[in-house]
């Protein structure tokens, strides 16, 4: 069982004040660093073949637009576990508020782009086994 638990008025607030900027600042990053890496990925391979035609400046300037990215998105994540909710997917802004629901231990789902908090699942049950709240 997690250290804390929200009943669902109180998931929705901390979403609502706090949570929903950072979830969308982080698939913001997630989304910016996937041509970053894309890119990365080419230039690895033709340092890996022979290097020919590197563009030293160009590489050391990804390699420190990934960095900070990847650093940022790490930040954003910390922030919200350290108050009590957990990322699940930090790509899709994919969340889970630890609840109690009929007396068992549950987690309220959100993702990015919903407006409220609708739906949870069992600990067991993740995304797929999510069910709209009563």
């Known amino acids: 069982m997690p250290d804390r638990t929200f009943t669902l008025a109180e998931a929705q607030a901390l979403l609502d004040e706090v949570v929903r900027p950072l979830a969308e600042r982080m698939v913001e990053l997630c989304a910016a660093v996937e041509p970053l890496q894309r890119e990365w990925r080419t230039i690895v391979i033709a340092i890996g073949s022979n290097g020919g035609g590197l563009d030293h ?41 630890p609840a109690v629901i009929d007396g068992q231990p549950a987690l309220l789902c959100w993702l990015v782009g919903e407006e409220r908090i609708g739906f949870w699942h069992t600990l067991e049950g993740g995304f797929a086994g999510r069910q709209p709240l009563p």
């Open 57 to 97: 400046e160009r590489a050391s300037a990804l390699r420190e637009s990934l960095e900070q990215a990847q650093a940022e998105v790490g930040e954003l994540v910390d922030e919200v576990l350290a108050l009590g909710v957990q990322v699940k997917d930090p790509a899709q802004g994919l969340l889970d508020f």
